[in-house]
């Protein structure tokens, strides 16, 4: 599932916020758990298969860094370390340049390794980097180890950034994974005008011509501008700012 898919926009977007702000289950664990469930989704829809090797990435990630954190011997530690390494990366040399490395070798050796073929999953660079910056910083001693195996779950699988990145650093996501969240009506009607105009080029572009789709994408990047003006002319002033888009 891409972010510019009707199914996308029109039907997993806005139950994800249905349920995430829904009046009756307020609590951050409701809502974090939520957003986990619905991350695990977005990724199934497009790897219905290769899910599980996320899964088990995001399970091993978790339980390096308690072993990590649990360790006070510091050969042990590295021990813990190397090996967590060693999973994250083998697993994306496997299935990111095993075939493309069997091609060559094939070419030097003058053998057919054609039957060596990985699929490659989406997404995998993101997921498995964002598992060894977070292995990282607990061996540093940078952040503590996540005790919550729901909440490292989210951290690694979030959906916003899973296919698409950036990869974000341990100490800022977990932190806002604990910061209470109300909805803002200003920040919500900004997005909605964003989602407006990109579905409209989306839906439109096979009729669009070249100038009409560049007229789009420009009065796409001017309303984030213009809308965030206007809001902060209402919160300096209490009244709207007139501007024109």
């Known amino acids: 599932m891409v972010f510019s898919s009707t199914a996308f926009l029109f039907l997993f977007l806005p139950l994800t916020i249905l349920g995430y702000y829904n009046p009756f289950l307020k609590s951050r664990n409701f809502r974090n758990r939520f957003l986990l469930f619905m991350s695990i989704v977005f990724y199934a829809l497009g790897e219905p298969v290769f899910v599980f090797l996320m899964l088990l990435s995001i399970f091993v990630g978790w ?29 994306l040399f496997i299935f ?69 990145g950036p990869i974000e650093r341990s100490k800022n996501l977990l932190q ?37 789709r560049l007229a789009g994408i420009m009065l796409m990047l001017s309303v984030t501008p213009a809308v965030r003006m206007s809001r902060r ?6 009244s709207p700012r007139s501007c024109t888009l």
């Open 233 to 238: 002319s209402v919160a300096s002033t209490g």
């Open 96 to 164: 990111k340049y095993l075939t493309f490395t069997m091609q060559q070798l094939g070419l030097l050796l003058h053998k057919d390794f054609s039957m060596i073929s990985l699929a490659l999953p989406i997404g995998i660079s993101f997921f498995t980097f964002q598992a060894l910056g977070y292995t990282m910083d607990v061996y540093r001693g940078t952040i503590p180890a996540e005790k919550n195996f729901f909440r490292y779950a989210l951290f690694v699988s979030f959906f916003p950034q899973l296919v698409a």
């Open 176 to 212: 806002q994974l604990d910061t209470p969240k109300s909805f803002d009506f200003d920040r919500a009607r900004e997005g909605f005008v964003l989602m407006l105009v990109l579905s409209c080029l989306m839906l439109r572009k096979e009729r669009m011509s070249p100038r009409s």
């Open 63 to 91: 339980l390096a860094a308690r072993k990590l954190e649990a360790a006070v011997d510091v050969k042990k530690r590295k021990r813990i370390l190397v090996l967590a390494v060693f999973f994250h990366v083998g697993l």
